[in-house]
């Protein structure tokens, strides 16, 4: 542990010295985070490690480098070979397989930079030199690269050996590069120690938008941030419902695959699989067959409109191969690593791939790119040295035009003899390609940095070339600036550019494949196309999407996403939408389930020959309660209407008036309103003219009872009108109070068919109901015993006689009507209740009332006061029981 401490520390000193003077008291501050977090201690000493065992790379340098000198130098880092030999050892790796367009890439820089150096606005007086690195596309490749491109020539090789002093080279201000997400992610966690900045031209993981990871990283390109999302709402704009997703475990596949699931989740897209390859996919043979054949079963037992495939080119020219091989169409959404890599399938038969929709970062051509190269390679002599001139100087251009029936590839070709030969039309195909315009606008940032921190004008630049990288880095991520006045340029808080997606097609034309432009997508979010995407039949899955009026889309056995079309259910309906409906409970479906019909309502309207009848029942009710008010009215100082009670007859003849009204109302539609009064009215009205009766009948019992030494307790207190009609109708109105509390009436329906309902008033509360039914049966019991015990009495008009039929017939009515109408289903459950409420009052007023109004209109010799005398003298001498008269 002292030793490894002891390491640390010299470290950190060292390093600090190989730093300017004026940035080492910031740096001290810096690298004081050494001493706290030992994973980085580590880091270094691997760093380290892995620079020695990067030396003996067998990479020739004349092929792995290219250097011109300036005042301040740009360096940059591109794959020229794309293949490294097996790694079983550390040493010696060799680089092969020359990718065409990172030769062109590489002249681009350069061109760029020339174009620069040839422009005395920009940085006048001021040289751009550049120092290229042959990456091979491999890390540990990479990792040498980065730190050849590190080494300083004011650093002490002593103080800092990690940056090792190479003679004639210059510390690079900026790096430009690399191309995959994988390698740039090495480079930046190297750059990210002295602070350099790094400009990748085709990086695109979202994990490099990390600051606190890749503090000074940037990119020319969108993140995959916004290409995932230009992917998700461009699916989503087709109506594409059903995705497969390829991608791989490696920087570029693994997070872009990621982002993209979350992206089709939150916008309802179905996945029918997903599927990530191993990093060594394309180079294990037992793994790739095992993988592509698990990928080509889920795309066979899962239809997709579209397949995403997201990982690196290697990855994609296997999977299309393989899907050329079995005869697989699809539509393919190709992300940016192969979107434009239209040689991808050099096989005759492309055309049988299906449709392949990409995605790439907004491309422009080159002003004067292509005229550029074409001199460049005609010269027979040129003194500028980049990887494109060494290789032709190696494969030189075939003196004889290319046939136009060719596949059209860049590749080596014979020249009919031993010597190969390159030609320059395939060179040419390759000029416009995706990455070429991102590194043209890499450099001008720099540029455009440069002119700011130098303090240019026209005639020159006010400050030393001599500075510390991260302070140019600093600038380059305060540049806005539009280049060559058509593309506008700035960089995010996380390194990430302004500019958008292009959308593109591939038009297969026999065995050529021709890429057109689309649409865009804006980093705003918007998806524009130039025009409709043709539609091609045979790529649309046998799934249904949505469904004609009366079906409802339903999952299909043993699949993930695909969906089928059946007839919705009984009592649901479907206008075409994805899913069936059910009817309101008021409605059924019509017999196609495309909509919902009104059912029959059934109720006991006015029409009904029970309903006349009723209603011409309580009509005459009310007319003859009426008469019989105004016959009282007109003798209500006779003895018959004094010995009815007096002013109770006019308060029980109001009570059946409101009795008759309840019955009306019960014939009426029924509605919460006719069906909370209905009931609680009548009960109410006649539980007051059963009172009234009650208070009358008392009133003849104790008049005619001589018993007083029984009745001076009791029944002379009770004998108190008023009071027995408040106790008798006070207690009924609590009781309706509470029904009102609890569960008022209301409408319901009682029987609810398919295409029928029969609605009635349901009763709310049913044991407050039937409890004040009771109550009034109670009463009416009451009313009966005294009626009947004073049958005896010397009553000349017979009051307690007829009193007791009406008494009998409401019990009868009320033990006959509550299991009929409790039972009854139908319309005429109204019937029952009405014409049980009318008998009940026509029982109250032809045995109450009648025999009244047939003596004051036909026996007016009894109704006077001498008649009744008599007839009580007559009566009690018949009981042999003396009478006193005053």
Request: a neutral charge.
């Amino acid at each position: 542990m002292q030793t490894a401490y002891s390491t640390s520390l010299s470290f950190k000193e060292s390093c600090t010295r190989c730093l300017p003077t004026h940035v080492r008291s910031s740096a001290t501050e810096t690298l004081s985070f050494c001493e706290v977090n030992m994973r980085l201690f580590w880091f270094y000493v691997s760093l380290y490690g892995c620079y020695r065992i990067t030396l003996s790379l067998h990479v020739p340098e004349d092929r792995s480098v290219v250097y011109m000198p300036g005042d301040v130098i740009i360096g940059g880092l591109f794959p020229i070979h794309e293949k490294v030999s097996s790694k079983e050892k550390p040493f010696p790796i060799e680089c092969s397989d020359v990718s065409m367009i990172m030769l062109l890439g590489a002249q681009a820089m350069i061109y760029a930079i020339n174009k620069i150096n040839k422009s005395p606005e920009l940085l006048p007086g001021v040289v751009i030199g550049y120092k290229i690195q042959d990456t091979c596309g491999d890390p540990s490749v990479a990792t040498r690269a980065t730190l050849k491109l590190l080494e300083q020539s004011d650093g002490d090789p002593k103080m800092c050996p990690l940056l090792q002093h190479s003679p004639g080279s210059e510390g690079v201000k900026a790096v430009i590069g690399e191309s995959s997400s994988e390698v740039s992610a090495v480079v930046a966690r190297l750059l990210a120690v002295p602070m350099v900045a790094q400009i990748s031209y085709f990086s695109t993981s979202e994990l490099l938008s990390s600051k606190l990871k890749f503090p000074s990283f940037l990119r020319t390109v969108p993140s995959d941030k916004h290409q995932t999302m230009a992917m998700a709402k461009f699916v989503n704009k087709q109506q594409w419902d059903i995705v497969g997703v390829i991608g791989s475990d490696d920087e570029y596949g693994k997070y872009g695959s990621e982002t993209l699931l979350d992206h089709f989740n939150l916008m309802g897209t179905c996945i029918a699989f997903k599927e990530i390859l191993p990093a060594d996919f394309t180079e294990n043979g037992a793994l790739r067959r095992e993988k592509l054949d698990e990928i080509f079963k889920k795309m066979k037992d899962n239809p997709t409109d579209a397949v995403v495939v997201f990982t690196k080119e290697s990855n994609v020219r296997a999977i299309l191969e393989e899907a050329l091989k079995r005869g697989v169409r699809r539509t393919w959404i190709a992300s940016d690593s192969w979107s434009t890599m239209t040689d991808i399938c050099k096989q005759d038969n492309v055309k049988n791939i299906g449709k392949v929709i990409g995605f790439i970062s907004q491309r422009k051509e080159i002003p004067g790119f292509k005229e550029y190269v074409r001199q460049l390679i005609s010269q027979e002599k040129n003194k500028e040295g980049s990887f494109l001139l060494n290789y032709i100087s190696q494969n030189p251009l075939c003196p004889h035009a290319l046939a136009e029936d060719h596949s059209g590839s860049c590749a080596l070709y014979d020249n009919g003899s031993e010597q190969k030969c390159l030609h320059w039309q395939c060179l040419e195909n390759y000029i416009d390609e995706k990455y070429l315009y991102s590194i043209y606008l890499a450099v001008n940032v720099i540029g455009h940095a440069l002119n700011s921190y130098l303090k240019c004008d026209h005639d020159r630049c006010r400050q030393n070339t001599t500075f510390p990288a991260w302070e140019l880095l600093q600038e380059i991520q305060k540049v806005n600036t539009t280049v060559d006045n058509t593309t506008h340029i700035f960089f995010d808080e996380n390194g990430d550019p302004s500019t958008g997606q292009e959308i593109l097609e591939w038009k297969i034309e026999g065995s050529k494949v021709n890429i057109a432009s689309i649409g865009v997508y804006e980093t705003s979010g918007a998806v524009m196309l130039y025009s409709k995407i043709a539609t091609d039949a045979s790529l649309i899955p046998n799934c249904s999407k949505s469904c004609k009026p009366g079906y409802e889309l339903v999952q299909m056995e043993n699949s993930t996403c695909c969906k089928t079309c059946q007839p919705c259910e009984d009592k649901s309906f479907s206008e075409g939408g994805p899913g069936c409906k059910p009817c309101p409970s008021d409605q059924y479906a019509s017999p196609q389930r495309d909509s919902c019909l009104d059912k029959d309502i059934s109720f006991l309207e006015w029409t009904d020959g029970l309903s006349i009848a009723l209603a011409m029942f309580d009509g005459l009710g009310v007319v003859l309660t009426v008469l019989v008010t105004l016959l009282f009215a007109v003798h209500r100082n006779t003895p018959v209407v004094k010995a009815a009670g007096g002013y109770l007859c006019f308060l029980c003849l109001l009570s059946l008036l409101a009795c008759f009204a309840s019955v009306i109302v019960s014939l009426a539609k029924p509605s919460e309103v006719t069906c909370k009064v209905t009931l609680p009215l009548f009960l109410l009205a006649f539980t007051l003219c059963t009172a009234c009766v009650l208070a009358n009948l008392l009133q003849i019992f104790v008049g005619f009872s001589f018993r007083v030494e029984l009745l001076a307790s009791t029944l002379k207190r009770l004998n108190k009108p008023a009071m027995v009609l408040c106790v008798s109708v006070g207690l009924q109105a609590v009781l309706c109070m509470v029904w009102f509390i609890t569960e008022p009436p209301g409408k319901n329906t009682l029987h609810d068919s398919e295409k029928h309902i029969t609605i009635a008033c349901s009763n709310g509360n049913w044991i407050v109901c039937v409890a004040m039914f009771m109550y009034i049966c109670l009463l009416s019991i009451v009313c009966f015993l005294f009626a009947y015990g004073g049958r005896k009495l010397p009553d000349l008009y017979k009051n307690a006689r007829y009193v007791t039929v009406s008494m009998l017939v409401y019990l009868v009515v009320c033990v006959l009507f509550l299991p009929f109408y409790l039972n009854s289903v139908s319309k005429y459950r109204q019937g029952i209740q009405a014409a049980s409420l009318l008998t009940s009052t026509y029982s109250l007023l032809i045995c109450h009332f009648a025999p009244k109004c047939f003596i004051i209109l036909c026996r007016k010799n009894i109704n006077n006061e001498s008649a009744i005398a008599e007839y009580i003298r007559e009566h009690y001498q018949k009981k042999n029981i003396n009478v006193v008269s005053h």
